[in-house]
C-alpha cells in the first residue's frame, strides 16, 4: 500500500494488486470478473473504486470483505489525493453522494427545526400514538379478566378513559356486572393502585396488560387511565394537563375507597407525572397520598433526554444543549421528580431494572439518593434495583413473580 501511495497515478493494476494481496497472499484468489480488471485504466473506468469493491463483496466471504475495507482504507485516502484523479471519489457515485448529502441536511436541520417548533420536541416525548392498533376500549374482557371500561370528565371537555380491574379473587363476583357494582368494590379493603403509564401507545399495550393481571393477582385494584391525548381520551397531552387528569381519578376513587390504600404508581414518564400530582396534592390541599411508586423512573425529563438513546447520534451536535435540552423547557415540560421528592414525605418505592437500555438505572439511583437525603424518616424511602440476568429491561419488571410479594412488604399489607 506504501508503494501505492507514492505513485503519482492509481491504475487499475496497483487496484488488483492490491485487492488481491489482501484477499490471498499467495495469489490473486478473485473471481474472473474482478481479475480482469487489470487491463482497464482509470481513463477507461472512472467508477473504479465503487465498481471494485461491488465486486469483491460479491464474491468473498464477509470477514474477508471486512478485512479489506480495514487495511484498503489508506489506499482509498490515497486515491483521493491522487494527481491524475482530482475530484474525490463520490463525484463518481453520484447515487451515493446524494443520499449521504441528504441525511446530512436532515441530520442538521432535525435540532434547528426543534428549536424553532418546540411542539416538535412534545411529539419526540409524549408519543401518544394509539397503539396497539384496533383495540375495543369498551371491550377489556377481550384481553385481561375481571376489568371494566369508564369514563371520566376530569376538566370542562375533557374526558379520559379508564380500566377498573378488581382483584382476582373477586373474579367470579365481577362477571356482568355493571359499573355500579366495579365502584362499590372499590370499598372492600383492598388497596387502590392508580397507574400511570409511560408514554408511547395506551393503556392496551401488552406489557401494561400484564401488569394489570399481576398486581390484580396480588389482590390489588387497579385504575388505569389513558391521559388525555392518549388512546380514547380526548384533548391534547400537556405536563399540566396530566396532573388535573389524575387529581381527577384520585378525587373520584377517594370518594368510594372508604378506607382502602390508595396509591400511584407511575411507570417511565409516568413517575414523573405521580411526583407532580402527589406534589400538587400535599402543598395545595394538604393530603397526602398512601404511597408513590415509581417504576423505571428518572430525575427529570432534560436528564432524561440527555441520555436516552434517541438523542445519541446528537449528544456531539454543536448546541445539543440550546437546540434540543433547553427546547423542553419551550415546550412546557420539566416532570421535576428530583425537586417533588424533596418535598414530599409519603412513602416512596423505586424499582429499577440494572438492565435498562431507555432509561439509564443510575438515574433512578439519582432520585433515590435525593430523597433519602431530604426525607426525614429515611425508612419510607426504598430503592430495589433487579439484576441483569433477569431480563427485565425497561418495560418488564412487573413480569416479576416476586414482585407483589416485595410491594406488600413495603406498603406493610397481607
Not at 483521493?80 to 446530512?104: E, F, K
Request: one cysteine or more; charged letters at 20%.
Amino acid at each position: 500500500l506504501s508503494e501505492v501511495v507514492t505513485l503519482p497515478t492509481l491504475c487499475w493494476w496497483h487496484c488488483r494488486t492490491s485487492l488481491c494481496g489482501l484477499v490471498s497472499p499467495t495469489g490473486c484468489g478473485l473471481p474472473e470478473p474482478l481479475s480482469q480488471i487489470s487491463s482497464l485504466s482509470l481513463e477507461n473506468h472512472r467508477g473504479c473504486w465503487c465498481w471494485a469493491w461491488g465486486h469483491l463483496c460479491d464474491h468473498v466471504s464477509a470477514a474477508t470483505a471486512q478485512r479489506v475495507a480495514t487495511e484498503y482504507g489508506a489506499l482509498l485516502i490515497a486515491s483521493l489525493a491522487c494527481s491524475s484523479w482530482p475530484r474525490g471519489w463520490l463525484h463518481w457515485c453520484p447515487r451515493l453522494r446524494t443520499v449521504l448529502l441528504v441525511l446530512l441536511l436532515i441530520y442538521i436541520s432535525v435540532p434547528i427545526l426543534i428549536r424553532l417548533f418546540p411542539v416538535l420536541v412534545t411529539k419526540f416525548v409524549y408519543l401518544n400514538l394509539a397503539f396497539p392498533f384496533f383495540v375495543d376500549f369498551h371491550r377489556p374482557e377481550l384481553l385481561l379478566n375481571n376489568t371494566i371500561n369508564l369514563y371520566l370528565v376530569t376538566e370542562p371537555g375533557v374526558t379520559v378513559g379508564i380500566w377498573h380491574t378488581v382483584p382476582s379473587s373477586r373474579g367470579a363476583e365481577a362477571r356482568g356486572k355493571d359499573q355500579h357494582w366495579y365502584e362499590e368494590a372499590l370499598g372492600d379493603d383492598h388497596p387502590v393502585i392508580i397507574y400511570l403509564h409511560g408514554n408511547g401507545g395506551t393503556r392496551a399495550a401488552r406489557h401494561r396488560i400484564q401488569f394489570l393481571k399481576t398486581m390484580s393477582a396480588a389482590g390489588f385494584h387497579i385504575l388505569a387511565l389513558d391521559y388525555r391525548g392518549y388512546g380514547d381520551s380526548s384533548g391534547h397531552p400537556t405536563e399540566n394537563g396530566f396532573t388535573t387528569d389524575v387529581l381527577a381519578l384520585y378525587d373520584w376513587a377517594k370518594a368510594r375507597s372508604r378506607n382502602s390504600i390508595i396509591l400511584f404508581w407511575g411507570h417511565s414518564l409516568g413517575t414523573g407525572i405521580a411526583t407532580n400530582a402527589a406534589r400538587k396534592l400535599q402543598e395545595e390541599r394538604g393530603v397526602q397520598v398512601d404511597a408513590i411508586i415509581l417504576e423505571s423512573p428518572y430525575t427529570n425529563i432534560r436528564d432524561a433526554a440527555a441520555h436516552v438513546p434517541i438523542t445519541k447520534i446528537y449528544r456531539q451536535f454543536p448546541g445539543f444543549e440550546y437546540f434540543i435540552l433547553d427546547s423542553l423547557a419551550l415546550g412546557d415540560m420539566f416532570f421535576r421528580s428530583d425537586k417533588n421528592v424533596q418535598v414530599l414525605s409519603c412513602p416512596l418505592l423505586i424499582l429499577n431494572a440494572e438492565d435498562d437500555a431507555i432509561v439509564p438505572p443510575h438515574l433512578g439511583r439519582k432520585l433515590f439518593e435525593t430523597a433519602h437525603s431530604a426525607y426525614k424518616d429515611k425508612t419510607k424511602v426504598k430503592l430495589i434495583t433487579f439484576p441483569k440476568k433477569l431480563g427485565l429491561g425497561h418495560d418488564h419488571i412487573s413480569f416479576n413473580l416476586e414482585l407483589p410479594a416485595l410491594v406488600k412488604d413495603f406498603l406493610n399489607i397481607k
